[in-house]
Each structure stands twice: as structure tokens, then as C-alpha cells.
């Protein structure tokens, strides 16, 4: 079992839509969350990063965790096509709170 | 805001030729990684950067092959070792900022080409 998934396929949204994305980690010692935006050839980008139950929003992010179900989400509000890119969800545990990645998702944004 | 610079930003190899790449940024941090990412895949960890002590490596990766050191709290070095093909890859390092979150901020990474 990986440490971190990301099971959806690419992810096709019009624009101004909600694009909603899941994760899942498998170690409970995992403490903190992030999401990251990675666009094609580029390195990864912080977006946001949530280490309480509950609901975070900044902007047009919600990142959402859920500690009982091991279950982050992201969710895109009024998305944009500047948004199509991969997202990349990590946990980070351990001393050095070293993070683990899933393989990402890949969002579309069609204008 | 603060910068991550690394170099070199991309290289060509020879198998079996050694490359050290370079991560400098411009504001302390507390701690220093470097992962790597494959064609097509996502973020490795190799391992975690200690400043003036060795490495603190991830399992499938090993000192001989990818010697890593931390002289000062902003300067990290990655050499990747007796380089084959299966190395052709991107390098990339992070740093978390003294007195901020603990979130990873990546720098923009080298990408290897190993012939």
C-alpha cells in the first residue's frame, strides 16, 4: 500500500466550475498535509497546507481533512484555466516532517 | 520572497561520470531535502540534508551513490554517483523557512540526462 494516493484520472472541468480533488495516507503518524500545483515542466508549487480536522479555505482553495478516515481533499472553486495543471497531495511525518507524494492528478480546465 | 536557486538547471552525461548539483538560497531555513521525480512520476525523497552531519537517507537510497552535504544552513550539495541511464532524471531540492510553517518550498530543480 502506498503512502499517499491519488487514485482519480485526469480531471476534465469547464471553466468557473468546482473541480474536486481526494487523497488518501495510510500512516496515522502523518501530522500534516499539503497540496501542491505542478504545471508541466515546472516544479512543484505550495498551495496550501492543512494540519486540523476540518475545513481550510484561502482564496478559491478548500482543503479539507478528515483524520479518522486518513482522507484530505482539495477542492477548486470557480476554476480557471490557468489551473490545469498536476496536483500533486503529500503527508509529512517524522522528525524532519519528511513528506511522502501520491502520484498526482491531472486537472483540465476547458474554457 | 525568499529564493531557492539551484544548479545546474540541466545537464547531459556520460554513464559512469559523477554530477554535483548545487542548492543556495537566500534566507536561513531550518531544514534542506532533495527528492527526485522520474519521467511521468511523482516526488521521491532520497534524503534529508543535516547541517555539518551526514545525511539522514531514505530507504533505496544510499551514501556512496548519492553523497549529500549541508556546510551552513543555506547551502546544500547532491552528487549523483557513478551515473547510468536509470538516473536520467529531475533533481530537485526543498527548504522549510526558519519561523514559518512547516511547508516544503521547492526550488526549480535539475534535470539529468544520463547517455
Known amino acids: 500500500q502506498k503512502e499517499v494516493e491519488q487514485n482519480s484520472g485526469p480531471l476534465s472541468v469547464p471553466e468557473g466550475a468546482i473541480a474536486s480533488l481526494n487523497c488518501t495516507y495510510s500512516?496515522?503518524?502523518?501530522?500534516?498535509f499539503f497540496w501542491y500545483r505542478q504545471y508541466s515542466g515546472k516544479s512543484p508549487e505550495l498551495i496550501m497546507f492543512i494540519y486540523s480536522n476540518g475545513d481550510k479555505e484561502d482564496g478559491r482553495f478548500t482543503a479539507q481533512l478528515n483524520k479518522a478516515s486518513q482522507y484530505v481533499s482539495l477542492l477548486i472553486r470557480d476554476s480557471q484555466p490557468s489551473d490545469s495543471a498536476t496536483y500533486l497531495c503529500?503527508?509529512?511525518?517524522?522528525?524532519?516532517?519528511?513528506?511522502?507524494f501520491g502520484k498526482g492528478n491531472q486537472v483540465v480546465v476547458i474554457p | 520572497s525568499a529564493v531557492i536557486s539551484q544548479k545546474p538547471s540541466r545537464d547531459i552525461c556520460q554513464r559512469g561520470t559523477s554530477l554535483t548539483i548545487q542548492c543556495q538560497v537566500d534566507?536561513?531555513?531550518?531544514?534542506m531535502f532533495w527528492y527526485r521525480q522520474q519521467p511521468g512520476q511523482s516526488l521521491t525523497l532520497i534524503a534529508t540534508a543535516n547541517q555539518g552531519s551526514e545525511a539522514t537517507y531514505e530507504s533505496g537510497f544510499v551514501i556512496d551513490k548519492f553523497p549529500i552535504s549541508r556546510p551552513n544552513l543555506t547551502f546544500s550539495t547532491l552528487t549523483v554517483s557513478n551515473m547510468s541511464p536509470e538516473d536520467s532524471s529531475i533533481y530537485l531540492c526543498?527548504?522549510?523557512?526558519?519561523?514559518?510553517?512547516?511547508?516544503?518550498?521547492f526550488g526549480d530543480g535539475t534535470r539529468l540526462s544520463i547517455l
Open positions: 534566507s536561513q531555513v531550518t531544514m
Open positions: 526543498s527548504v522549510v523557512f526558519y519561523e514559518s510553517d512547516r511547508a516544503q518550498h
Open positions: 500512516d496515522r503518524g502523518s501530522q500534516s
Open positions: 503529500a503527508a509529512g511525518r517524522g522528525w524532519n516532517n519528511r513528506l511522502a
